[in-house]
């Protein structure tokens, strides 16, 4: 992956929140990062993506098996720091879409709606307004 200089390392754990998770730079991660929680591991994932500078990002059920509190750790990294990059995001959880420019709903593997979740929830009965008001989440 390449070298990078101490501060640089800081400052990416500090911006996706891990700065306290990790002791030391020279700590182990065990193998399948078994020592760290499943949100810890996908803000690590977050991290590697921040270190190369990637320009895409794709994130498959990255929030499902995650507690809340992670949810929005990870929702956070990913709006601050991939603003000019982009998100593809596959996702059963609608919070994690809502704020995305474009979004296809799909049903049973075919693709439904496609459009900003904003123009889509302007639509009385378009799927994402019956998932939304269904799981009653406030966009």
Known sequence: MGKFDDEVLWKVLTTVDLKDAVESLD??????????SV?????????RVLLKNNRILVMDEATAN?????????QKAIRQNFKHCTVLTVAHRL???LDSDKIIVMDAGQIQEYG???ELLKIPTSFLTR?????EVKP
């Open 27 to 36: 700590m182990k991660i065990e193998e399948g990062g078994s020592n760290f």
């Open 39 to 47: 949100g810890q591991r996908q803000l690590i994932c977050i991290a």
């Open 66 to 74: 995650v507690d809340p509190t992670t949810d929005a750790l990870i």
């Open 95 to 97: 919070t994690t879409v």
């Open 116 to 118: 900003s979740p904003q």
């Open 131 to 135: 998932m939304v008001s269904e799981c």
